[in-house]
C-alpha cells in the first residue's frame, strides 16, 4: 500500500474508534427510556436495514460463496454481533457510560490472544507496549480529562463481568472475519455478517411486550441517540472497520 492509502485506512479506523466511543453515551442515553432488548431491536432494525439497502445499492446484493464460509459467516455473524450487542445493553443498564468504554478498551488485548491463539499472529513485545501505552492513555484522559471518575464498586461488578463479553467476541469476530477479506469484498463481508447477526432480533417484539410502545414515545434526544447508535456507531463503523481490516492485521 502506499503511504495516501494507508494513511485513509488509519483515518478510517481512527472514525470508527470516535463513532464507538459515541455509542457509548447513545446506548446509556436509550436505556433511560427502553428495556436493554428494546435497544437491541432498535439498532438492529436500523443497522439491518441500511446493510440491506446498502447491498441492493451496489447491485450486487448477492455474491456466490462457498458453503464452508457462508456457515463461518453465520458464526460470526452470531459471536460478534448477537452476543457483542446483547453484552452492551444489558451491561450498560448496571455501569456508567465512561466505565464501559473503558472495560472494551481491553478489545486489543483480546484481539492479540485470539489471533496468536488461532495462529494468525504472532504476539510481538511492540504490540504488548502500543497496546498498554494506548490503555494508560486513554485511563489518564477518562479519570483527570472528563471532570468526573469513572469508579470500580462492588456494585459495578455484575456489569463489568457482562461488558467484558462484548470484547471477547468482538476479538473472535475480528480475527475469524480477516480470512474471508482475501476472497470477498469487504462491505459484503460486513453486510452479511450484520444480516445473519441482527435478523434474529426481529423477534424481540413477539416475544417482549411494549418495545414498539416504548420506542414510538422516544423524544427528539432520543431519537438521535437511535440514529447514532445504529446507523453511524453501528452500520458505517463496521463498513469502515472491515475496509482497515481487509488491509491490516486483527491486533
Known amino acids: 500500500m502506499s503511504r495516501t492509502q494507508l494513511a485513509l485506512v488509519h483515518g478510517s479506523l481512527l472514525i470508527t474508534a470516535m463513532l464507538w466511543g459515541g455509542n457509548f453515551a447513545a446506548i446509556k442515553e436509550l ?26 445499492w451496489t447491485r450486487r ?9 457462508l456457515i463461518r459467516l453465520v458464526a460470526i455473524g452470531f459471536i460478534g454481533i448477537t452476543v457483542m450487542n446483547i453484552a452492551m445493553s444489558f451491561g450498560q443498564r448496571l455501569i456508567p457510560a465512561a466505565l464501559a468504554s473503558l472495560i472494551v478498551t481491553s478489545n486489543p488485548l483480546f484481539t492479540v490472544l485470539v489471533a496468536a491463539m488461532l495462529g494468525q499472529e504472532a504476539i510481538r513485545r511492540r504490540t504488548i507496549v502500543g497496546i498498554a501505552i494506548a490503555f494508560v492513555g486513554f485511563l489518564i484522559v477518562l479519570l483527570y480529562g472528563t471532570g468526573s471518575t469513572a469508579d470500580f464498586g462492588g456494585g459495578h461488578l455484575r456489569g463489568a ?16 472475519s480477516k480470512p474471508l477479506l482475501s476472497k470477498y469484498p ?3 463481508v460486513a453486510g452479511y455478517t450484520a444480516i445473519a447477526g441482527t435478523v434474529s432480533f426481529m ?15 422516544l423524544d427528539q434526544r432520543g431519537w438521535i441517540a437511535a440514529v447514532f447508535a445504529s446507523i453511524l456507531a453501528y452500520a458505517v463503523a463496521y463498513l469502515l472497520w472491515y475496509k482497515g481490516l481487509e488491509a491490516l492485521t486483527p491486533s
Open 186 to 188: 469487504p462491505f459484503h
Open 31 to 56: 436505556l433511560k427510556t427502553l428495556e436493554p432488548l428494546d435497544v437491541v431491536f432498535l439498532r438492529a432494525f436500523g443497522a439491518l436495514s441500511f446493510f440491506i439497502i446498502y447491498l441492493i
Open 61 to 69: 446484493p448477492i455474491i456466490q460463496m462457498d458453503r464452508q464460509d
Open 203 to 217: 423477534m424481540i417484539p413477539l416475544l417482549q411486550q411494549g418495545t414498539i410502545e416504548r420506542i414510538g414515545n
Open 161 to 176: 463481568m457482562i461488558i467484558i463479553i462484548a470484547p471477547i467476541s468482538w476479538a473472535f469476530y475480528t480475527v475469524l
